[in-house]
């Protein structure tokens, strides 16, 4: 496999469970993103990881948790999540932290819904 | 807060006409980049722009850097209905390293009528 992978492609949640998202790249990329994307938003930046360390956290909510575990993969652990929380979740790669300039590989993201 | 206004929010248009949408910010960016996303995907990266004043062309698609650094605009030339999508620009912001911060504008969303 190539490219950027996210797991599940859907997934819908009760505001009482507690869920996970995977992300892996085998790009070899040294930094991976977590974004949230809603209707009639910009793509809001959650999570940033440079080689396995958290470098950044957007002032995201505690129901949230990252978790990367080596440079190829990248988890979201959800609990108590709320209606409002219900977004495309993407994740992205980039050879270096901060590297903006030359481009984000992004995955297909998760669609999440919480009734 | 860099942020990036584009416009229009949405456009629809008929196969073989042609488009540009545009891309502006007050603030000025080391680069901007234009990603294409269709629904249920991720952005895809088309281009990179660094340098002001800077023009790419990608095939029927024209991309522009304003002289200041602070604007884009990308043109589609004779549209086909494989160009349906959310254009998204992003920015680098001109302050230096250790900015992580690549800002997105909302998008223009497109779509091609056969």
């Known amino acids: 496999e190539t490219g950027v992978t996210q797991t599940p492609r859907h997934l819908v949640m009760g505001m009482t469970n507690k869920k996970s998202l995977k992300c892996e790249q085998h790009?070899?990329?040294?930094?991976m993103y977590w974004y949230k994307q809603s209707a009639k938003k910009p793509l809001e930046l959650m999570f940033v990881?440079?080689?396995?360390?958290?470098?950044e956290n957007n002032s995201v909510p505690s129901r949230f948790s990252p978790e990367c575990p080596n440079s190829s993969h990248l988890f979201l652990h959800l609990h108590t999540l709320q209606p409002e929380d219900s977004a495309l979740y993407l994740c992205?790669?980039?050879?270096?932290?901060?590297?903006?300039?030359?481009?984000?590989?992004f995955g297909s993201g998760t669609r999440l819904t919480v009734v | 807060t860099q942020l990036l206004e584009q416009s229009p929010q949405f456009l629809s248009i008929q196969e073989g006409e042609n488009l540009t949408v545009y891309c502006n910010s007050s603030?000025?960016?080391?680069?901007l980049q234009w990603y294409r996303q269709e629904p249920g995907e991720g952005p895809v990266l088309l281009v990179t722009?660094?340098?002001?004043?800077e023009v790419k062309k990608l095939k029927r698609l024209t991309f522009q850097f304003g002289d200041a650094r602070k604007d884009s605009s990308l043109h589609i030339t004779a549209a086909q209905p494989g160009d349906t999508g959310l254009y998204l620009c992003?920015?680098?912001?001109?302050?230096?390293?250790?900015?992580?911060?690549?800002?997105f504008g909302k998008g223009t969303k497109h779509s091609v009528i056969p």
């Open positions: 992205a790669s980039s050879q270096v932290v901060g590297q903006g300039g030359r481009g984000y590989t």
């Open positions: 790009l070899g990329h040294n930094a």
């Open positions: 990881y440079s080689l396995e360390e958290r470098v």
């Open positions: 603030s000025v960016f080391s680069s």
């Open positions: 722009v660094v340098t002001g004043g």
């Open positions: 992003a920015g680098t912001p001109y302050s230096g390293a250790g900015s992580y911060q690549l800002t």
